[in-house]
């Protein structure tokens, strides 16, 4: 029998309760809502709670994706965990996140900030393709309210906590994970990064009275790259692929900013209602946006429709992801 596919078998996803929204960081920054909305697209965002981790959104998710696709937690066979605010330095957040299932499997962490979901996507279904592994969880989640500066509001505005996870397993009828573009640049460093906490730049007190703990952003350089290269990869794989507009389900764009998803749906022709577009209630979740997307978005899925996922963020990282949906989304 031919090699597998890598299907998502099933999606779910953890927002904590919380509310941020626009009128709140008013009062904490100088900033307003017209601004925040017309330059982002962004009403108000979750925040998870002080003492909690990364892995108390993850471990949620997934419990309630296992109960809903009837996977017993023990016959995981490895768990990707993509975030940029793991629970600590090491062990891996997906370690921690075994534990809370109450099992010991293989795991391991993708740092590739708002593109982790995909390049952890992508190389779950390679464990799949070569039919290493059977079942394997691939979940993007951040506190992002962990590294963010609730003084700056070049970035406060910005930034949400949540977490998304997606079953993948082996498929034979043309369905599933299809192809995948991974990018990179390392000179975009300079323009999104945190300063210090790494090993060039351990924790002190100078750095901490530098509030160099925070995720640093130049917004406009960092806009111009991620308007271009999410544009330029999601049409790039539609042209690889031989796909048209009409193909196409839907866009799941990582949710950074409402006009660079705009950019990007332009760029590859589809209309607004083909855009999944949660920026609104969540903000930028980085590594949780795309599978919080295919969450929210599950029941209006059919199986062998045409999903086109693409995202820009910290690296510079870029990707998109061509996949067949292998479900019928409960109606
Ligand atoms: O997911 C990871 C990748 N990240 C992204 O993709 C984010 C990319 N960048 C962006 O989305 C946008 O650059 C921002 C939303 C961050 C900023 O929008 P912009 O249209 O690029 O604004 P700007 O940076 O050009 O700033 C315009 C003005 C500035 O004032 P001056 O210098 O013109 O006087 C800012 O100081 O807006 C000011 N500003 C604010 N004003 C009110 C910056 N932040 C705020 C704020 N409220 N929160």
């Known amino acids: 029998m ?52 990364t892995s108390d959104m993850a471990a949620p998710a997934i419990e309630k994706l296992l109960k809903k696709t009837n996977t017993p937690a023990e016959s995981i066979d490895l768990i990707i965990c993509a975030t940029v605010t793991p629970d600590m330095p090491f062990p891996a957040t997906a370690n921690l996140i075994a534990h809370k299932l109450g099992i010991a499997c293989a795991g391991f962490d993708i740092g590739a900030a708002c593109s982790g979901f995909l390049y952890a996507l992508t190389t779950g279904a390679k464990f799949i393709e070569s039919e290493t592994y059977k079942k394997v969880i691939v979940v993007g989640a951040d506190k992002m309210s962990a590294i963010i500066d609730y003084q700056d509001r070049n970035t406060c505005v910005l930034f949400g906590d949540g977490a998304g996870a997606v079953l993948l397993e082996p498929n034979y009828e043309g369905v599933g994970i299809m192809d995948s573009i991974l990018c990179a640049d390392g000179a975009g460093a300079a323009h999104l990064h945190m300063k210090a906490g790494g090993s060039v ?39 690889k692929n031989q796909l048209s507009a009409d193909d196409v389900k839907y866009l799941v764009p990582h949710q950074a900013n409402k006009r660079i998803i705009d950019a990007t749906a332009k760029r590859m022709g589809v209309s607004e209602d083909k855009v999944m577009l949660n920026i609104q209630k969540y903000g930028n979740t980085t590594a949780g946006t795309i599978p919080i997307c295919l969450w929210e978005w599950e029941k209006e899925l059919k199986k ?11 690296g510079f990282t870029w990707g998109s992801v061509y996949l067949k949906w292998a479900y019928d989304g409960e109606a």
Do not use: C
């Not at 007190?205 to 999601?234: C, I, N, P, S, W």
């Open 304 to 314: 062998g429709d045409n999903l086109i996922l693409a995202a820009f963020g910290g």
């Open 2 to 53: 031919s090699r597998p596919s890598a299907a998502i078998t099933g999606v779910h996803a953890f927002l904590p309760e919380k509310i941020l929204s626009n009128a709140d960081l008013e009062r904490m920054v100088d900033t307003n809502d017209e601004w925040i909305q017309s330059r982002t697209g962004i009403r108000e965002r979750r925040l998870l709670g002080k003492g909690l981790g």
């Open 201 to 239: 730049k351990p924790a002190s007190h100078e750095t901490v009275d530098a509030r160099e703990h925070y995720a640093f952003q130049d917004g406009r350089t960092v806009f111009k790259f991620a308007v271009t290269k999410m544009a330029e990869v999601a049409h790039q794989i539609m042209e």
